[in-house]
């Protein structure tokens, strides 16, 4: 599978043909919530994930300390956790990426993958620079399993 964790567009060219045939081949599409509204050219993140989520995509959008939205077909999840005191969100992002797809390889499901991210996500806040609080697997498995998992409804058509 290919996954693909977009990054804001300072050019603002969000519907470009490279961007386009990127996402087209992305099984796992990984944006935050300004990047999936844009992609989407939607005006709300419900409607954005329903049109990102097509052809058999799956979505996980990052929320920052509001957790994660994950779409995969149909069904939408919402995954959050306690919150944590961050020192510095550099890298919280690619974190999060790296402890999602971990948590798939593994074999969890996209929600418990999801909480994966959120947990490595969140300790990687806790001292400056992108690396410097990297945490461990063991660290970031005990904080998912605090995580909490909710269904979401879909409104967008």
């Known amino acids: 599978m290919t996954s693909l964790d ?24 990984l944006p935050n919530e300004a990047e999936a509204t844009r992609l989407a050219g939607a005006d709300d993140l419900d409607s954005a994930v329903s049109a990102l989520a097509g052809a058999g995509r799956r979505v ?5 300390e509001r ?13 959050s956790l306690p919150p944590v005191t961050p020192v510095d969100a550099t890298g919280a992002g690619d974190c999060f990426d790296a402890g999602l797809i971990a948590g798939l390889l593994d074999g969890l499901d996209l929600p418990q993958a999801a909480a994966l991210g959120c947990a490595a996500g969140a300790l990687s806040t806790a001292a400056p620079g992108g690396t410097a609080s990297a945490p461990s697997r063991a660290a970031a498995s005990k904080l998912a399993a605090t995580a909490s998992i909710t269904p979401e409804p879909t409104t967008a058509m």
């Open 67 to 79: 957790g994660a939205l994950c779409a995969d077909g149909p069904a939408r999840y919402r995954v």
């Open 6 to 29: 977009t990054n804001w567009d300072p050019s603002g060219r969000w519907a470009g043909p490279g961007l386009s045939a990127a996402i087209a081949q992305a099984g796992l599409l």
């Open 60 to 64: 996980v959008v990052k929320l920052g």
